[in-house]
């Protein structure tokens, strides 16, 4: 069974940085896209960053290139560093599971999520 788990959320100042980790077990890591995801109250999910299993990365236009995904597959382990945090990126972040995929759509798996909150 693939469990994710997602940390490093909290409450930061506009401007300032979180780095997100999502920690899967029950699976071939290296053979699992992963990507991230979130939900602000009264919005719909959206997807913010994938990362396929062969290290093809792609980001939610709107971001600017604030956030980067890496994996290490080492550790079974993706990470979402978010720079320059803007109160519009207060959400809970998810990240998810796909097998052998270009395209992140959580088809193997999500995890519970981790809230972050950008003041202003």
């Not at 803007?86 to 193997?108: I, L, R, V």
């Amino acid at each position: 069974e693939v469990q994710l788990v997602e940390s490093g959320g909290g409450l930061v100042q506009a401007g300032g940085s979180l780095r997100l980790s999502c920690a899967a077990s029950g699976l071939t890591f290296d053979d699992y896209a992963i990507g991230w995801f979130r939900q602000a109250p009264g919005k719909e999910r959206e997807g913010v960053s994938c990362i396929s299993n062969d290290g093809v990365t792609y980001y939610l236009e709107s971001l600017e290139g604030r956030f980067t995904i890496s994996r290490d597959n080492a550790k079974n382990t993706v990470y979402l560093q978010m720079n320059n945090l803007k109160p519009e990126d207060t959400a809970e972040y998810y990240c998810a599971a796909d097998y052998m995929s270009y395209h992140c759509s959580g088809s193997d798996g999500w995890g519970q999520g981790t809230q972050v909150t950008v003041s202003s």
